[in-house]
Structures are given as C-alpha cells and as structure tokens.
C-alpha cells in the first residue's frame, strides 16, 4: 500500500496530472511544490529565492531611486553608478519613480524573468 501512495497520481482529484520539475542538482524529475530532492537531498529553490522581490525593488525605486538604490538592489552595479553620479541633477530620481510604477506593474513572473540572476 505504501508504493501505491508514494507512486503516481492517487492523490490527484480528478484524475489531473500533478506538475513537476526538475531538480537542481541532480536532474531528476520531482514533485513541483517538493522543498528538498528525494532523491540527492538537496534543498530547492523556492519561489521566493529566485532572485529579488519586485515589491521591494519597486519601493527602493520610488523612495530611493535618485540614488540608484534600486539598481544595486537589482545587481545592475554600474547603472547604479550611473545614477549616483547624477543624483543632483533628479533625472534619476524621475526616471527611478517611473520604474517603480513599471515593477509593480509586471506581473511576479515577468519580473523573475526579466532580473533573477
């Protein structure tokens, strides 16, 4: 009984195929929701470690923009650079407001995509 449980799809209702994934070490394919392989122990990714938070990036970059906190936060260094050199000038400060409102409206997804190292 315990095979059956652990194998394949009895769990599912409705008889709906379950999502994988695979595994970031060893390759196999695992359960997608699974935190730790089964097979080589090695913890997973989560959603939330994929790289940063569009929330977080979107407030750096509307509180914190003309400093180009937001691009360090990102780990675009040299953009950050960039508008540290020209903070007096609050070209930065416009231009990091606007990008806020562009993060938080992407979708969490499109952002991972588009800034996840």
Known sequence: MS???????TGDAGGAARETKY??????????KAEVCPECGV????????GPDRIAAALL???LGGIG????YLGQTKMGILYLC???TAIPALVGFIE???????????FRRRYAQ
């Open 3 to 9: 095979e059956d449980s652990t194998s394949g799809d």
């Open 43 to 50: 913890r997973q990714a989560s959603a939330s470690d994929d």
């Open 86 to 88: 020209f903070f007096w």
């Open 100 to 110: 806020g409102i562009i993060y938080l409206t992407k979708s969490d997804e499109e």
């Open 23 to 32: 595994c970031s070490n060893c390759g196999e394919e695992i359960d997608a």
């Open 69 to 72: 906190v937001h691009k360090f």
């Open 61 to 63: 970059a509307i509180f």
